[in-house]
């Protein structure tokens, strides 16, 4: 029997989101016959070793945000020689950098916001792009830290002021029209969701909370969109070196009909798995039951250095 260790919780921004992903492939594991071992991460890397030994078959990262999603816990079990899932160090970190991971995006030629960096101190004194445009952190997930400035808004300050997440942060066009998103399992691109979210944009508490958001599958876009969104999500996990599954999100402007534009926010190389998730939704759309896919991450698993 497969010895599966599951890495959920973290001390990442994220916590709960992990906590709730985790919860949910321990039990799926478990009806699928792994011989399962849940460890809940905590900020002491010393526990998490000693609760690593003897060493699983195999890792299953149910970690999100920094140190679980960035490299970091991937490099601790390249070192251990431990086989995971999801992408490896160098695909985990450059897609948490958002300016690096748009730089791969763009080189490879995927469409991407405009933006640029700035000092955050900046933000309190002037506008660093024409109205509206967002502004986000650097390196974090789930829409933590995203903020969208709009005409006669008046938050710039206080943005800045209340800023958590180093002294930098990205701000990029605001590109209306609808949320896309595309989930990628190993060569194979799954489908395109829409996603609506019941009040303001798709932000941690529309993603995450029951009755946050309204996902429509297959999205009701042109079909020449459709199939370049499964595209340009296959293309963004090849550029970033991804494996195992993935998750990219678009924004897409039908606002002057279609087909629109549609660019590249961010791909996420662990994507969601709780009760909400996208990924897992739109694998059942394909007939992949949720402890079919975790099995699958299961059987795609390796030591990534």
Known sequence: MTRVAVLYGGISAEREVSLASGRQVIAALAESGFEVTPIEVGADLR??????????????????????????????LDWLGIPYTHSGVRASALAMDKVAAKSAFAAAGIPVPTGRVIDVTALAADDPLPLPYVVKPLNEGSSVGVSILREGDNRRASVAENWRFGTRALVEEYVPGRELTVGVMGARALAVTEIAPRHGFYDYEAKYAQGGSH???????????????LDLALTAHRALGC???????????????????????????????????LLPEQAAHLGIGFPRLCTWMVEQAACRA
């Open 47 to 76: 526990a998490l070793l000693v609760a690593l030994d003897p060493a699983p078959d195999v890792v299953f990262n149910a970690l999100h945000g920094r140190f679980g999603e960035d490299g970091t816990i991937q490099g601790v």
């Open 215 to 229: 996902h429509v599958i297959p999205a009701r876009i042109h079909p020449t969109t459709y199939d370049r969104a």
């Open 243 to 277: 494996r195992g599954a993935s998750r990219a999100d678009f924004r897409y402007d039908d606002t002057a009909g279609e087909p629109g534009r549609l660019v590249l926010l961010e791909v996420n190389t662990q994507p969601g798995l709780t009760a909400t998730s």
